[in-house]
Nanobody
């Protein structure tokens, strides 16, 4: 059974940092695309950071480039999202998602990911 469990969210002041973790089980990172998404109240879910299944290169949403970094530890089956210089507009529920390799690259389209974690709240105060 595929499971994704996020952790690391919380309340932080603008300019601060958080590191989100997504512990995955039931599959190998060698066989699945994985990424981070977020959804703010009243807004559509959006792709924040993910690894391309074509070449493994990282994708970052334009508004987080230079501030966020996605990384993975395949030995621990864990993917991370390091978030620095946080802004109030980064406030959202952050989700980890995975999709088995099926011949297309789902990154960063959230509609193409099959498996989702429960989400972790990130709140950035001004």
């Amino acid at each position: 059974e595929v499971q994704l469990v996020e952790s690391g969210g919380g309340l932080v002041q603008a300019g601060g940092s958080l590191r989100l973790s997504c512990a995955a089980s039931g599959f190998s990172f060698d066989d699945y695309a994985i990424g981070w998404f977020r959804q703010a109240p009243g807004k559509e879910r959006e792709g924040v950071a993910c690894f391309s299944s074509r070449d493994g290169s990282p994708y970052l949403l334009d508004s987080v480039k230079g501030r966020f970094t996605i990384s993975s530890d395949n030995a621990k089956n864990t993917v991370y999202l390091q978030m620095n210089s946080l802004k109030p507009e980064d406030t959202a529920v952050y989700y980890c998602a995975a999709d088995p390799f099926m011949g297309w690259d789902p990154c960063p389209d959230f509609e193409l990911y099959d498996y989702w974690g429960q989400g972790t709240q990130v709140t950035v105060s001004s």
